[in-house]
């Protein structure tokens, strides 16, 4: 006992985190995800959208932090909007409801004057189409009868991805990938993340989506390059706000965005590939 807890430690003191806790809060979200999906698909929509609005939370605590302001409420009622325009109207939905928020944003911010207008515009447009925009593709995965495979296989994908290069990246790490942006990603985590989520791919797109194993290995790849990127995305977004973690609100991850960052910005190349594989099949 006293071996595997000094192991469990030192992966602790490696990864900065706590093993245990973030794998029973990953645990815990996919079993949320399922259920929602399995139960009513609507459930998904709504769980979506929770997340989104406890995403803005902290996106706008790290801008004011840095004197940008960004008004919640609009930016939760646009996201609340968004959410349910694309999932009663699809691609379409999503599409018109951003372009009506958008000036709707920027019409809210015209209340505080022109002093930071820019900073402010910019810093609530981003956060729109960062957090409820993408997030968006979410919901359309989840929307067609189909719903429940095609999330699934998502988190095959995103899974494999992230824990897989954070198991290889803290046992093997030892070249950084990108360390003005990311010190603890390292080309040993890349490697461990593409050969696992190119398998689990090739898996899940033969067990869970019925088609070609192929298929699911170029999703994978695509994938591995979504994901990283998204990861690197928010850890530049951290180290140019100067914070640690966008939050405290799930154990062992850090806040909601902390566990987004690789989701929000895969969803979309995730979509497009099974609407791509739809038309030529």
């Not at 609530?124 to 699934?152: D, K």
């Amino acid at each position: 006992m006293s071996d595997f807890q000094s192991i469990n430690n030192a992966i602790n003191k490696r990864a900065g985190r706590k093993l245990g806790p973030s794998i029973l809060v990953s645990l815990s979200l996919i079993a949320l995800v399922w259920f929602a999906l399995d139960y009513h698909r609507e459930i998904f929509a709504v769980v979506v959208a929770v997340a989104v609005l406890l995403g803005i939370r902290e996106i706008v605590r790290a801008f004011s932090a840095r004197g940008i302001y960004i008004s919640v409420v609009s930016l939760a009622l646009g996201s609340v909007g968004l959410a349910y325009a694309t999932w009663n109207g699809g691609t379409a939905g999503l599409a018109i409801a951003t372009a009506i928020a958008i000036p709707l944003l920027l019409i809210q911010l015209l209340t505080k004057g022109p002093e930071g207008f820019v900073q402010s515009a910019t810093a609530t447009t981003f956060s729109l189409l960062y957090l409820p925009f993408l997030a968006g593709f979410l919901i359309l995965l989840a929307r067609p009868h189909t719903g429940l495979e095609r999330v699934m296989t998502f988190v095959v994908l995103v899974g494999c991805n992230d824990t897989f290069g954070y198991v290889v990246g803290v046992l093997f790490g030892k070249h950084p990938l990108v360390p003005i942006i990311s010190p603890k990603k390292s080309w040993e985590g890349l490697v461990g993340s593409l050969v696992f989520t190119l398998a689990g791919g090739a898996l899940a797109f033969h067990y869970i989506m019925k088609m070609h194993w192929w298929i699911g290995i170029i999703v994978g790849l695509m994938t591995v390059f979504t994901a990283t990127c998204g990861d690197l995305i928010e850890s530049a977004m951290k180290r140019d706000l100067q914070l640690k973690d966008m939050g405290t609100l799930l154990p062992g991850h850090g806040g909601i965005l902390d566990r987004l960052d690789s989701v929000l910005i895969s969803a979309p190349a995730l979509w497009l590939a099974l609407e791509l594989v739809k038309r030529w099949s």
